[in-house]
């Protein structure tokens, strides 16, 4: 089959196309026909460094998430699984292939009315934006502040924020990507580009952090006393710092995302049936065939996306 294959960890010249054998699938897993293979922004962190919330060795096949069609069932496994439209994790690895190998248990079937692509555009970015809302439980009028939104946690953000009454300020770097939060309901956006983008800005309620870095700090400057704090990304390059002294003379909340299984499970659910529903949008700003994910990594990179990156895997 064609794959990508990381060799020695770098730059995104390490991606380099070429053959790999067909996986099979084991007890309980099945095989998945890939279409389309989910890009996050912490994959070019592993590339780069080999650090990360994955595990691998080189040379391998990276990429942890993909949308198909289950071609084959291994021992166990249901086999009307067979033909279905599916969505899965791979784990941290071999989703940059034709063909991925996956634990049954795991896969998302795509509801009836969604496009594959659009599900797969989900998988990850979706249920995380649902986990953060359900963890940090904002009332609606709440201002809630949106880090990183015209990315594809923060466009996906905007909109169930908003779809549960929510005052949505987005913060984003560059017209496009604020015009783009705006059209996706945001109620004010902020150019976090701007040396003074917080200058006058309004207190908010809540921070949801995808950056961290500087841009992280100086978002919580905007925070009212009693105010709460939810980072999950570190695009800046490192965790949002805040003092402990200060954390206590402003009452702040700082909370983590720590889901169960279960409820990454449910959170994957809801946004598949939401989308299904015609009630949330996943944006798809940009897509690379399969043997550009150097081209496709360097974009994200570069933060010249917008919404999701996928890697379509067409026909030989």
Do not use: C
């Amino acid at each position: 089959m064609r794959a990508v294959w990381l060799r020695e960890f770098g730059g995104p010249e390490v991606l380099v196309p070429g053959e790999a054998p067909d996986p099979v699938a084991g007890e309980g897993q099945v095989l998945i026909g890939v279409a389309h293979a989910n890009l996050t922004f912490v994959e070019t962190q592993f590339r780069a460094t080999g650090l990360g919330p994955f595990t691998g060795t080189v040379p391998m096949i990276p990429g942890n998430g993909v949308g198909g069609t289950v071609t084959a069932v291994g021992p166990g496994a249901d086999p009307a699984l067979i033909g279905r439209r599916v969505i899965s994790s791979t784990g941290g690895s071999g989703g940059y292939a034709e063909l991925a190998a996956v634990p049954a248990a795991g896969l998302h079937l795509v509801p009836d009315g969604l496009a594959l692509d659009a599900a797969t555009a989900l998988l990850a970015d979706g249920r995380t934006a649902r986990l953060l809302l359900e963890t940090a439980a904002p009332a609606p009028g709440e201002r809630v502040l949106v880090l990183a939104a015209a990315g594809g946690v923060g466009t996906l953000l905007v909109q169930l924020a908003t779809a549960a009454g929510l005052h949505v300020v987005a913060a984003a770097g560059g017209p496009d990507k604020l015009a783009l939060a705006a059209e996706l309901g945001a109620a004010e956006t902020l150019d976090y580009r701007h040396p003074d983008w917080t200058a006058g800005a309004t207190p908010v309620d809540l921070v949801l952090d995808g950056v961290g870095g500087a841009v992280g700090r100086a978002a919580t400057t905007l925070l009212r006393n009693g105010g709460r704090l939810l980072s999950y990304g570190l695009a800046g390059g490192s965790w949002t710092e805040l003092p402990e002294a200060e954390i206590r003379a402003r009452g702040l909340t700082v909370l983590g995302l720590r889901p169960t299984p279960d409820a990454v499970r449910r959170a994957t659910a809801h946004v598949l049936a939401e989308a299904a529903a015609h009630r949330l949008r996943p944006v798809i700003g940009r897509r690379f065939p399969l043997a550009r994910a150097a081209d496709a990594h360097r974009a994200i990179e570069a933060r010249a996306t917008l919404g999701k990156t996928l890697l379509d895997v067409e026909p030989a």
